[in-house]
T-cell receptor
Framework: DAGVTQSPTHLIKTRGQQVTLRCSPKSGHDTVSWYQQALGQGPQFIFQYYEEEERQRGNFPDRFSGHQFPNYSSELNVNALLLGDSALYLC??????????????FGEGSRLTVL | KQEVTQIPAALSVPEGENLVLNCSFTDSAIYNLQWFRQDPGKGLTSLLLIQSSQREQTSGRLNASLDKSSGRSTLYIAASQPGDSATYLCAVSLRGAGSYQLTFGKGTKLSVIP
């Protein structure tokens, strides 16, 4: 049973550039959430996608955007990168919005370094 | 706004010792509480999930308890092993805020010394 997969695992960008991160949810899951984890901190919720729509959003600027495809996979896009965007970006998948136990399964993350 | 605090921030114990990690949260209207393990530079591995109606969950040497009214949870690890060395994160989801939006603590970094 394939778990949550993310790509790329590591990437380096410079300030002002744009980045796209990708996530495939665990088999049978239809909901994808993205989290940002700065060094030494707990993950912070960015947004959640279900049925190809953004359903919940955390306290992140519009530079952070996303997309969910019909096969439930998802992308996270960050424009105009800042040094402070350097972090581990985690994707989590689950089934449904409020009809299940609410357990989330996380991928290994994408480590973004902005120089 | 929900806030999650984990104490201690770091813990070092000799192999074989039993230990307790603490988690507290400010809003008791939670949907569930989840404990995760994170190895350096890696993703999160779910350890235990406790629904708001439950008091505890057990998996092997791990036992998690939940006292929703006091806003506290503990993770008990029995007979610790060097392989248990990792950062342990506690996270809660709020009822009505979207079941799967988690608020995390900063974690407790555990080192088990052989």
């Amino acid at each position: 049973d394939a778990g949550v997969t993310q790509s790329p695992t590591h990437l380096i960008k410079t300030r002002g550039q744009q980045v796209t991160l990708r996530c495939s949810p665990k088999s049978g899951h239809d909901t994808v959430s993205w989290y940002q984890q700065a060094l030494g901190q707990g993950p912070q919720f960015i947004f959640q996608y279900y049925e190809e729509e953004e359903r919940q959003r955390g306290n992140f600027p519009d530079r952070f955007s996303g997309h969910q495809f019909p096969n439930y996979s998802s992308e996270l896009n960050v424009n105009a990168l800042l040094l402070g965007d350097s972090a581990l970006y985690l994707c989590a998948s689950s089934f449904g919005l409020a009809s299940n136990t609410g357990e989330l399964f996380f991928g290994e993350g994408s480590r973004l370094t902005v120089l | 706004k929900q806030e999650v605090t984990q104490i201690p921030a770091a813990l070092s114990v000799p192999e074989g010792e039993n230990l307790v990690l603490n988690c507290s949260f400010t809003d008791s209207a939670i949907y569930n509480l989840q404990w995760f393990r994170q190895d350096p530079g890696k993703g999160l591995t779910s350890l235990l999930l406790i629904q708001s109606s439950q008091r505890e969950q057990t998996s092997g040497r791990l036992n998690a308890s939940l006292d929703k009214s006091s806003g506290r949870s503990t993770l008990y690890i029995a007979a610790s092993q060097p392989g248990d060395s990792a950062t342990y994160l506690c996270a809660v989801s709020l009822r009505g805020a979207g079941s799967y939006q988690l608020t995390f603590g900063k974690g407790t970094k555990l080192s088990v010394i052989p």
